[in-house]
């Protein structure tokens, strides 16, 4: 993926250590008997490794196809997992359920668009490189130009849905913190042995969420 080299390194590092977070997350769900939470941090660990793939190496077709069949798996799970909340606990259930949706729809798009052929040949004499507005060696088609429109306008209408479940993450992150930081005044220690423990913690998996949603923010900048 396109991009200063100096940012999309740290991105992708920031993705590898949240990938393995949630790799360590499914081991310690098992093995502490956590009755639910597996979907997610399946999805995330995926969406993790494919984020950080993406941001130091080219996709080809097959890669990104690839990628796209095991991402779509979660993407249609978490779609049925919205309509069953919409239908047994309402609009407001199925708020959890939307977010994990349009991270992974986000994640589609991007590997739809990296697997995409290349629209036109690259310029010999513009020394490989196919800037936007660059004359190239033949005619811009309507289907180009229509092509590229439409990956931009997609691009920041996912920039401003990911806007608004990262700003209900980074709400929800404050209040886990606020409410970790009072349970020494509160002493209910039923509360923190329920919480299985800093791995399992929510404060963790929502700030491994606000990451996630910040660098697929970026990501599709890049392609905007």
């Given at each position: 993926?396109?991009?200063?080299?100096?940012?999309?390194?740290?991105?992708?590092?920031?993705?590898?250590?949240?990938?393995?977070?949630?790799?360590?997350?499914?081991v310690t769900a098992g093995q502490r008997g956590r009755p639910n939470?597996?979907?997610?941090?399946?999805?995330?660990?995926?969406?993790?490794?494919?984020?950080?793939?993406?941001?130091?190496?080219?996709?080809?077709?097959?890669?990104?196809?690839?990628?796209?069949?095991?991402v779509g798996v979660p993407t249609l799970w978490f779609i049925l997992r919205a309509v069953m909340a919409l239908v047994s606990g309402g609009a407001k259930a199925m708020m959890a359920p939307v977010q994990q949706v349009l991270m992974c729809a986000a994640m589609l798009f991007?590997?739809?668009?990296?697997?995409?052929?290349?629209?036109?040949?690259?310029?010999?004499?513009?020394?490989?490189?196919?800037?936007?507005?660059?004359?190239?060696?033949g005619p811009v088609s309507h289907d180009m130009v229509t092509s590229t429109s439409s990956v931009a306008v997609t691009s920041l209408v996912f920039v401003g849905l990911l806007g608004l479940v990262a700003a209900l993450h980074a709400r929800q992150l404050r209040a886990a913190v606020t409410s970790h930081v009072a349970w020494p005044l509160n002493r209910r220690p039923d509360v923190r042995q329920r919480s299985g423990g800093l791995l399992l913690a929510p404060g963790l998996s929502l700030g491994s969420q606000l990451a996630m949603s910040a660098t697929m923010i970026y990501m599709l900048v890049l392609l905007a």
């Open positions: 993926m396109s991009g200063p080299i100096w940012l999309n390194w740290p991105f992708a590092g920031v993705m590898v250590i949240f990938a393995l977070y949630h790799g360590v997350r499914l939470g597996y979907d997610i941090d399946l999805a995330h660990l995926l969406m993790c490794t494919a984020m950080a793939a993406m941001l130091v190496m080219t996709f080809g077709a097959h890669l990104a196809t690839a990628w796209a069949v095991v991007m590997l739809v668009v990296a697997g995409r052929p290349a629209s036109a040949p690259l310029s010999t004499a513009s020394g490989g490189m196919n800037m936007p507005g660059m004359a190239v060696g």
